[in-house]
């Protein structure tokens, strides 16, 4: 049986962490998160303005496959988790899929535009996140209320494999949506045993 890519995505501040993390955790899976990598990026290559917050996000996600594709090819199911925007994400993954076969499974985090720009600000206004959090500004805050307000976010990536939408406006029971994901896995390798 192909290992499992798990794909957590959804809008900035829809809650795509809070449910990553545990999600792993729960399953076993190793994750590989945009936000850590950006991080990561800003604090060994440097700190910096606008652009290099915005360079280190788009650099982010060929990192991120790049590590999926070297767990996935040893055979190693991963979680990733970021905004994807769905058509991109679709060719990329598609691609990935081609050269290193995987069973995927998409979890997409939904919440209100309002409790996804009060969760962002909350993020860039606390001292308890990573500073780089402090830098996308306003023009970053107006990207992400057009693309809530375009609905970019709330469309799953189209790629075959299961779906699981999670509302994120209220708390998630990760237990019971571990147990689902998994459950549908184990039954998927089942089938194909």
Same mark, same amino acid.
């Given at each position: 049986?192909?290992?499992?890519?798990? #794909?957590?995505?959804? &809008?900035?501040?829809?809650?795509?962490?809070?449910?990553?993390?545990?999600?792993?955790?729960?399953?076993?899976?190793?994750?590989?998160?945009?936000?850590?990598?950006?991080?990561?990026? *800003?604090?060994?290559?440097?700190?910096?303005?606008?652009?290099?917050?915005?360079?280190?996000?788009?650099?982010?996600?060929?990192?991120?496959?790049?590590?999926?594709?070297?767990?996935?090819?040893?055979?190693?199911?991963?979680?990733?988790? &970021?905004?994807?925007?769905?058509?991109?994400?679709?060719?990329?993954?598609?691609?990935?899929? &081609?050269?290193?076969?995987?069973?995927?499974?998409?979890?997409?985090?939904?919440?209100?535009?309002?409790?996804? =720009?009060?969760?962002?600000?909350?993020?860039?206004?606390?001292?308890?996140?990573?500073?780089?959090?402090?830098?996308?500004?306003?023009?970053?805050?107006?990207?992400?209320?057009?693309? =809530?307000?375009?609905?970019? *976010?709330?469309?799953?990536?189209? =790629?075959?494999?299961?779906?699981?939408?999670?509302?994120?406006?209220?708390?998630?029971?990760?237990?019971?949506?571990?147990?689902? #994901?998994?459950?549908?896995?184990?039954?998927?390798?089942?089938?194909?045993?």
């Amino acid at each position: 049986m192909p290992p499992t890519l798990i #794909v957590v995505t959804g &809008a900035p501040g829809s809650g795509k962490s809070t449910v990553a993390v545990p999600l792993a955790r729960r399953l076993g899976v190793p994750l590989i998160a945009k936000d850590d990598i950006k991080e990561a990026l *800003w604090d060994h290559i440097g700190p910096g303005d606008r652009d290099r917050f915005l360079a280190y996000g788009r650099a982010s996600y060929p990192l991120m496959l790049l590590v999926s594709r070297l767990l996935l090819d040893a055979g190693q199911s991963v979680m990733i988790e &970021a905004n994807f925007a769905p058509e991109l994400a679709a060719d990329e993954l598609g691609r990935l899929q &081609a050269d290193v076969p995987f069973h995927f499974v998409q979890i997409l985090c939904l919440a209100d535009a309002e409790t996804c =720009l009060a969760r962002y600000s909350e993020r860039a206004d606390t001292d308890r996140r990573h500073p780089m959090h402090r830098v996308g500004g306003e023009e970053t805050v107006a990207r992400l209320e057009r693309g =809530l307000r375009d609905g970019l *976010w709330e469309r799953p990536i189209p =790629l075959h494999g299961e779906l699981f939408t999670v509302n994120t406006n209220t708390p998630v029971d990760v237990e019971a949506l571990a147990d689902d #994901v998994g459950g549908r896995t184990q039954r998927r390798g089942q089938a194909e045993a």
